[in-house]
C-alpha cells in the first residue's frame, strides 16, 4: 500500500488523524493533514482505507 495526500485539497476535518492516528497527523497553523508513513504496515491498511473512506474533501488516495 502506498498512500499520497492532496494538500490542496485538504479542509482540515481531521477524520483520517482519529481513524488512523499512527498514519495521519495534522499541522498546527491550518489543520492540513501530515502523512507520517506513505507506506503503513499492514495491520495498518483497514485502517487507512477507512480514513479515505471518510475524508470529506477526498484529499488521500491509496494505490495497493
Known amino acids: 500500500m502506498n498512500i499520497t495526500i492532496d494538500e490542496d485539497?485538504?479542509?482540515g476535518?481531521?477524520?483520517c488523524v482519529l481513524v488512523a492516528p499512527?498514519?495521519?497527523?495534522?499541522r498546527?497553523?491550518?489543520g492540513v493533514v501530515v502523512l507520517l508513513t506513505a507506506r503503513?504496515?499492514?495491520?495498518?491498511?483497514?485502517?487507512?482505507?477507512e480514513a479515505v473512506a471518510v475524508c470529506?474533501?477526498?484529499?488521500?488516495e491509496v494505490e495497493a
Open 28 to 30: 498546527d497553523e491550518d
Open 56 to 60: 470529506p474533501a477526498a484529499a488521500i
Open 9 to 11: 485539497k485538504c479542509c
Open 40 to 49: 503503513p504496515a499492514e495491520d495498518q491498511h483497514d485502517a487507512v482505507r
Open 22 to 26: 499512527e498514519v495521519f497527523d495534522q
Open 13 to 15: 476535518a481531521g477524520q
